[in-house]
Every structure is written in structure tokens, then in C-alpha cells.
């Protein structure tokens, strides 16, 4: 259900958390975007639905265990809908099994309509996974399923979206959807210990054999799982043609065989029911191309939009994980609001190295990350904590989560990276969510503003500041993490400790937490005449029309 934003006035959603009291919210419009907001009046998608229930899964292996039994309840006459930017038909979902293809093919042969959208994808040389999609391709269409290959996109861009859709034609309160930065491939099955995924993707020498892996999906249930059905209809059913865009690939995916035109979906079934206390609005980034997107004509970037609406309401802590923090546009609006906001933090928990080694990986990121963080740190002056990640044996752990927690009010977390490239360029897909239930633990409402901290929101940073400090996950050892201070303290003290054992040649006893100090690269001044403009054209491009860009705006 979609209720427009009012004001004066109050949304009572019956929580029964926290001893089931139904807790006021103000209007959803002072965090979220509104239609209007959203920039796209072409798509069908509303502004937010309410009544929902989301469950953050952290690490891959929690992902797809919850994947299986989710899929392994699918029956004839329901839908399993996916989108992904890589899919590795062989990747055990859990430690016996299945593997992705057996997965998808057995939902098919128990009658089950299973349809997929894959990027195409660039050659494997230029470590991307080109042979991988279409063999993703080739089994599921083996098995009865139809997967599109698809490069409906800009150049030099890619489609990113992670999405699992599963509807029950019989019983739509058992209908759910998984929706955040996690790929059904290679790589992704981690857990907390982070020794790595058994079937490991080549990364970095730095970050071992088998690398270890950090990531968030999101499960949710309730009316936005229907909206999230929508957002896989309307990339489907898009008339857009894909061989204007690559025509080469696509004379060689006819001539392979690979399916290129999708056939009808079965006609979209109801929403489902409300079901819990979460608010829910579905961001997402579309480019603008030519031909355009029949439902994003000029393209869409809510996700830039949403995320510069909560962080200009940011007072006193911002809390970001991501695998790419390295765009000045982006660190602008950061910068923004420290400037405007002298107890505000920013903590920030980054990759040590960038996932591929050589010349050309590696400096124009280091460039992009070197000048983000600069006009970060400038404009918080000792109030930008930034910090990568290692696994108990020092080998670091490479973050490739998506999230973002703003005063223990608003979160996200999606496909997107903090980068041009996800705010404007490639297809991109994440969820805004606003728990209605306020969380009763001091500080009450840390941002001063009467929103109240919210209980997902704050239990989220909490959990993965736990994991991070090897703290007790029952949650026992979270006094000095509730309030903003002590908790950008308490990180700074473990990260501190932890260098300090490194620096003295590990003596001694290692101490608690996983968290170093992260040390920016600066390149010299030489690389910079050549990995500049290949950062700003190719690593970090912008797909925004020409009038926005020339506003500087989203």
C-alpha cells in the first residue's frame, strides 16, 4: 500500500516489538523520497510501501542458505524473477549443495516459472564474467527456465542489480524477496570468520587464495516485494533494442544460440499483505541512453537522490560500508554536511587494495579514493574515521557491502557503491527502509531532531560493529557503542590498538577487533597525467543527461 506524504499528522503501524506498544513515526517524506522526488514519472513504482518486514542477512553464506529454503518452497504456478551482474552456475549455495544452476532448474521442473536478467557482461580477460552469464544462461534455458542476456546499457557500463523475487500464486503472505549487493557467484559464500568462499574468484595476491568476502543482502516480506516484482516487470518488459547498443554480441549470442527476446510474463499477481513495522521505498539508478529506457526515459537516479535527502538530515553519525568510496561528487555532499554539522561523524569501513592488481586497476582508484577522502577529512576535521578490515589469521578482508545508516534513523543497503558510476551510470538497485518502532536504548533520538533512533536501523550497526570489534554477538558488550561519541571512540581505539601490534611485529597477545586505520595512497604526480582522465572516463564515468551535468546535480 502506498500512502502519500502528509503533514500535519502521524503513521501508526502496529509494530509488536519492544512490548508491542504501536509507536508514532512523522510523515515518511521527511527521510524518503517522495514520487515527485523520485524524478521518473514514467515508472509505475510507488514512493514507498508500508507494512513491511526486513530481515538484514550479513555474510553470503546466510544469504543463500535462506535462498535455498526460500526456493525450495516454490511450487507450480509461483514466480522466481532475477536479476544479477554475475552468475557462476557451479557455485555451491551451501557446503553439499545446490549449486545455483541445480537450484533455478529444480524450481523448473516442479513447475515453477523462472525467469532471469543477466548483464552480458565484457570479456573474462578484462576480469569480468562473460563466459560465466552465458553458461548461467545455457543451463537454466537447458533446464526450462529463461535467462536474458542483457547489455541494454551505456557503454562502458554494466548492469548491477542483485534481485531475487519469489511469489506464491496460492498464498501471498509467503511471498519474499532478496534484495542488496550480493552475486550469485564465485566468491560470495563467506561467513563471520571470513576464511573465504570455497570456490574463490582470483582477487589481489594481498587478499589470499581463497579471499575473504564481507556483504549484506536484505530479506523482505509485505507490500514491497510486490513493488520490487514490478521493477523486475519493467526491465523486462522494456521494448528497448539490445543489438543498437552492441551489435557485435549480439550476432554472436544469436549464432551461439543464447535467448535474446524474452517471452510474456504471466500476468503479476497481488501485493502481498502488510506484515510488519518497516517502511520500504525501492531506490534504483537507470542512465540515460538512446534509444531510452520505456520506463525511465531520461533515466532514473533515486539512489543518489534518496541518499543526498538523508545525509542533508545527518547530525551525528553517518555510518557507510562500501567497496567503492572514490568520487568527488559524492564526497561533496558528505563534506556538505560536516561543514553544516559540527558533531557530526562519518565512519567509514573500505577495502584495503582494490580487488585486481596492475597499474591500470589500481591508480585511477587510488586517485578517485585519495581525493574523496580528502575533501572528506578537510571539511570534518578529525570527525572522518575511515577503516578496512582483517580476518583473525591479518589477511584483510576485501568489504564489498553496501550499506549506509544515518542516525540510527534511515538505512540502505543495495547494489550501489558510493561512486558516479552507481549514482548515474550503470543500473543500479538498493532499499531505503524507516523502522516505525523507536528503540528505547540512550541516546533516544541521537540526531535531536524528535525522529527517535529506530530499532532495525540501530541493531544493524550495532551487529556489524561487532563483528568488526569481536565483541559478544548476544549484544552484552554494546554499552559504549549505542551513542555516537563512545562508539566512534570505541572503533578508534581497537583500530589503534590493532596498528600497534602490526607496527611492533606482532608480539604479544593480538588484540581484540578486525578494524586498521585506513592509509589512502596518494599517487605521484607523474601516474596522475594518465590515471586521472581514465578514473573520470572509465573507472567513474557519469550517465547523467547533459543539463544536469552541467547544473551539478542529480
Not at 529444480?106 to 562473460?130: I, M, P, Q
Not at 531520461?298 to 547530525?315: H, N
Not at 561543514?339 to 589500481?362: F, K, T, Y
Request: hydrophobic letters at 35%; charged letters at 30%.
Amino acid at each position: 500500500m502506498h500512502r502519500l506524504p502528509r503533514r500535519p499528522g502521524a503513521l501508526v503501524v502496529a509494530s509488536g516489538r519492544r512490548g508491542g506498544c504501536d509507536l508514532p513515526v512523522d510523515s515518511p517524506a521527511d527521510w524518503l523520497l517522495t514520487a515527485e522526488e523520485r524524478g521518473n514519472p514514467a515508472t509505475r513504482l510507488p514512493a514507498w510501501t508500508e507494512g513491511n518486514l526486513v530481515e538484514p542477512l550479513v555474510h553470503g553464506s546466510t544469504y543463500f542458505d535462506r535462498l535455498v529454503q526460500a526456493v525450495e518452497a516454490l511450487d507450480a504456478g509461483d514466480h522466481l524473477f532475477f536479476t544479477d551482474w554475475r552468475g557462476d552456475p557451479d557455485e555451491r549455495l551451501r557446503p553439499e549443495g545446490p549449486s545455483v544452476a541445480q537450484l533455478l532448474t529444480e524450481a523448473v521442473r516442479r513447475g515453477v516459472c523462472v525467469r532471469g536478467l543477466v548483464w552480458r557482461s565484457h570479456w573474462d580477460g578484462l576480469s569480468f564474467s562473460k563466459e560465466e552469464n552465458r553458461a548461467l544462461d545455457r543451463e537454466v534455458e537447458h533446464g526450462g527456465g529463461e535467462v536474458i542476456l542483457d547489455q541494454r546499457v551505456r557503454r562502458n557500463g554494466s548492469h548491477h542489480q542483485k534481485l531475487v523475487v519469489l511469489r506464491h500464486d496460492q498464498d501471498p503472505t509467503r511471498d519474499v524477496a532478496f534484495v542488496g549487493g550480493i552475486d550469485l557467484c564465485h566468491g560470495r559464500r563467506d561467513d563471520a570468520d571470513h576464511a573465504g568462499d570455497p570456490q574463490p574468484l582470483p582477487m589481489s595476491s594481498v587478499y589470499g587464495p581463497r579471499p575473504p568476502w564481507h556483504d549484506v543482502q536484505l530479506q523482505i516480506r509485505g507490500p514491497a516485494v510486490g513493488v520490487l516484482d514490478t521493477v523486475f516487470r519493467e526491465r523486462w518488459d522494456d521494448p528497448t533494442n539490445a543489438d543498437v547498443h552492441n551489435p557485435l554480441a549480439w550476432v554472436r549470442d544469436r549464432l551461439r544460440g543464447a535467448r535474446l527476446e524474452p517471452d510474456p510474463l504471466p500476468p503479476q499477481l497481488p501485493p502481498p499483505p502488510a506484515c510488519g513495522p518497516h517502511v520500504v521505498q525501492n531506490l534504483r539508478t537507470y542512465p540515460a541512453i538512446h534509444p531510452p529506457y520505456d520506463f525511465a526515459p531520461l533515466g532514473e537516479r533515486s539512489v543518489a537522490r534518496g541518499y543526498s535527502k538523508a545525509v542533508q538530515r545527518a547530525r551525528r553519525l553517518i555510518y557507510l560500508e562500501d567497496q567503492y568510496l572514490w568520487s568527488s561528487e559524492v564526497a561533496r555532499l558528505f563534506a556538505g554536511s560536516l561543514e553544516a554539522n559540527p558533531d557530526l561523524h562519518l565512519v567509514v569501513v573500505v577495502p584495503r587494495v582494490p580487488e585486481q592488481e596492475g597499474a591500470i586497476s589500481e591508480r585511477p582508484q587510488y586517485i578517485g579514493r585519495w581525493q574523496a577522502l580528502q575533501l572528506c577529512e578537510r571539511a570534518g576535521r578529525g570527525r572522518v574515521h575511515v577503516y578496512d578490515v582483517e580476518n583473525a589469521a591479518g589477511t584483510p578482508v576485501y568489504v564489498h557491502a553496501k550499506v549506509c545508516v544515518v542516525d540510527d534513523v534511515w538505512l540502505s543497503v543495495g547494489s550501489d557503491n558510493f561512486n558516479r558510476r552507481s549514482w548515474t551510470h550503470d543500473s543500479e538497485l538498493s532499499s531505503a527502509v524507516l523502522d516505525t518502532t523507536r528503540d528505547p536504548r540512550e541516546p533516544r533520538d541521537p540526531g535531536g531532531r524528535g525522529d527517535g533512533a529506530r530499532v532495525l536501523a540501530r541493531d544493524l550497526r550495532l551487529r556489524l560493529a561487532r563483528e568488526h570489534l569481536d565483541r559478544a554477538a548476544d549484544g552484552s558488550e554494546d554499552a559504549d557503542l549505542i551513542d555516537p561519541d563512545s562508539f566512534v571512540t570505541a572503533l578508534q581505539r581497537s583500530a589503534d590498538a590493532l596498528q600497534a601490534w602490526h607496527d611492533g611485529g606482532r608480539a604479544g597477545p593480538r588484540p581484540p577487533g578486525r578494524l586498521r586505520p585506513h592509509r589512502a595512497e596518494r599517487v605521484a604526480w607523474p601516474t596522475r597525467l594518465w590515471a586521472t582522465p581514465v578514473y573520470r572516463l572509465m573507472v567513474d564515468p557519469d550517465g547523467r543527461p547533459i543539463r544536469l551535468r552541467l547544473r551539478h546535480t542529480f
